[in-house]
């Protein structure tokens, strides 16, 4: 991502000469104060977004330049109101509703990564139970989500807030699955989490702020090095 730049019309400008990059599989966090950009980028780089100046590069291939269906195989998005469909769970993870066509091995490591187990072991049913979103809490409908994301095995998975809705416990076991997913498979995921665990847990962070990368490094480096990253995590400096 270089030079990028975005406003919704009202004429401020949300993203200003926004750049950043991430050459290696690996788990990255967008942190940030509420409000300073960090949806906004993500829904460029998800390909939602129109962005008015500058580039985002998949694999040395522009952005604009790409097929919508090309680049959205290659890239797995997940927004803040994670999508149920009316349906068993084995078709919200697999979008497939003839189970023979559905890949058991890439199915039983997407609802391990996403820590489905307990949920399918609920009821007899299990993969054949249904849900819709009315019977799923928040934290379940985005269990689900992350599954899907992970089933379809694209290279480049990005969750906004994904620990919204997660307890203490499910959010560890998510986060070292997405992990350990991502290094196995060569896979690059950027989220955005206020939570500090999950900062602590990313490879790297990258802090921004009034619509700008302006740093980025590991929870302690940034604890360390800047002052108003310090004081949102919690830690300010001496």
Not at 76 to 93: A, E, V
Not at 135 to 151: D, F, H, M, P, W
Not at 217 to 232: F, I, K, P
Request: proline share 2%.
């Amino acid at each position: 991502v270089s030079g990028l730049c975005f406003s919704y019309g009202t004429g401020q400008q949300i993203l200003k000469k926004t750049a950043m990059m991430l050459e290696e599989a690996g788990f990255y966090v967008l942190a940030g104060s509420s409000g300073c950009g960090k949806s906004t980028l993500m829904k460029c780089i998800a390909g939602l977004l129109p962005y008015e100046e500058g580039r985002i590069l998949l694999n040395g291939r522009e952005l604009k330049n790409l097929n919508r269906d090309t680049y959205w195989k290659e890239v797995s998005y997940i927004g803040q109101k994670p999508f149920i469909l009316d349906g068993t769970l084995r078709y919200n993870i697999t979008l497939q509703k003839d189970e023979n066509e559905a890949d058991g091995k890439r199915l039983e490591e997407a609802i391990r990564t996403a820590d489905l187990e307990g949920l399918i072991g609920q009821k007899p049913e299990g993969l054949r139970r249904r849900v819709s979103e009315d019977t799923l809490s928040k934290g379940e409908q985005l269990k689900i989500n992350i599954a899907r994301a992970v089933y379809r095995e694209a290279g480049l998975l990005l969750l906004d807030e994904m620990t919204e809705g997660l307890d203490p416990q499910a959010e560890i076991r998510i986060l070292e699955g997405l992990k350990k997913y991502g290094k196995e498979r060569g896979i690059l995921c950027l989220c955005i989490s206020h939570h500090v665990e999950t900062q602590k847990s990313a490879d790297r962070v990258l802090f921004m702020e009034d619509g700008r990368i302006e740093t980025e490094g590991t929870y302690e480096e940034l604890c360390g090095s800047c002052e108003t990253y310090a004081r949102m995590a919690g830690r300010e400096k001496a």
